[in-house]
């Protein structure tokens, strides 16, 4: 699976944005489609995941009530709706796919997608 980030841009504080995360290839039920992010001299951080046969969806504390992850299964693409963006937020998103089930750790992913730069202005 190839899995294709877009969407990241340059928006104000407290404005929105929506990640797309569009796959190529067949996503098994026990699948896991996560969000991942990595700000500037910052490690990798878990923002979001979605088990893609169910749809469960799992955040990280200091997006929860701001992001919502989806899943589109006839278009295999994954979202996230970013809104009321802080300037914390800025850091390059990435979509990554668990092929055996829910972690949030990024060693865990198997395949992974190029990276969508997001910057919040204050």
């Known amino acids: 699976v190839q899995l294709q980030a877009s969407g990241g841009g340059l928006v104000q504080a407290g404005g929105s944005l929506r990640l797309s995360c569009a796959a190529s290839?067949?996503?098994?039920?026990?699948?896991?489609m996560g969000w991942f992010r990595q700000a500037p001299g910052k490690e990798r951080e878990f923002v979001a995941a979605i088990r893609w046969g169910v749809g469960n969806t799992y955040y990280a504390d200091s997006v929860k009530g701001r992001f919502t992850i989806s899943r589109d299964k006839a278009e295999n693409t994954v979202y996230l709706q970013m809104n009321s963006l802080k300037p914390e937020d800025t850091a390059v998103y990435y979509c990554a796919r668990d092929r055996h089930g829910l972690s949030f750790s990024g060693n865990d992913y198997d395949d992974w997608g190029k990276g969508t730069l997001v910057t919040v202005s204050s």
């Open positions: 290839g067949r996503i098994f039920s026990s699948s896991v």
